[in-house]
Structures are given as C-alpha cells and as structure tokens.
C-alpha cells in the first residue's frame, strides 16, 4: 500500500515542478524554478516531522520526491560554471542550500 502512496504523490509532484519550473522561466534565465520547487520541497518534506509511514510515503518520499530536483540544481550550477558566471553558480549553490535548509527547519519546529 505504501508504494501506491509514493506513486501518488510523485504523480503530483513531478507536473507540479514542471508548471512552477516553466512558469518561472517567462520571467529570467536564471534558475529561479529550480530554486523555488527545491526551497518548497524542503518545507513539505519538513512538515511531514513524525507524521505517519503512509503520510510520510505520500508527502515526502512520493511527492517532495518528484517535486524537487537534485540533478537539475547540478546542471545548473554546472552550466553557470561553464558559461564563466561563478557567481551565479556560488550563490545558486550557497543560497539554494541555506535557504533550503531554513526552510526544512522552519516547517519541522512548525509541527514539532
């Protein structure tokens, strides 16, 4: 059953991250989607804090799971490498972990 649950809730995280991904996309290059969708996730993913196994299966494993993207964050960050804008890539890096993990924590004293 809990396998029914982590397809679930990647069939709703994975189009979810594509249409925020897409939709952020109209407004700059840089990679705010992937940005946005990994930040979100880490404050679900936090949220789910002593929830059940099926809640946990549904929300975090299925859901955040498809929701936010490891390997995109790292073509990213790759990509502003090779086009020469450290920068980008060291603040895409520093902030997308930092905030990410403010946000995580922020949602797990949330339901703590």
Known sequence: MRLAYVILGAAIGAPA???IDQYLRK???????TFAVNVAGSFVIGLTWGATQ???????????GAFTTWSTFMLDIYLAIELKKYRSAA?????SL??????????MNLVA
């Open 17 to 19: 991250r594509f249409v």
């Open 98 to 107: 930092l905030v990410g993990l403010l946000a995580a924590a922020i949602a």
């Open 54 to 64: 099926n809640t946990v299966a549904l929300v975090a494993i299925g859901f955040a």
């Open 27 to 33: 407004f700059a290059n840089a990679p705010w989607g």
């Open 91 to 95: 603040v895409n890096y520093i902030g």
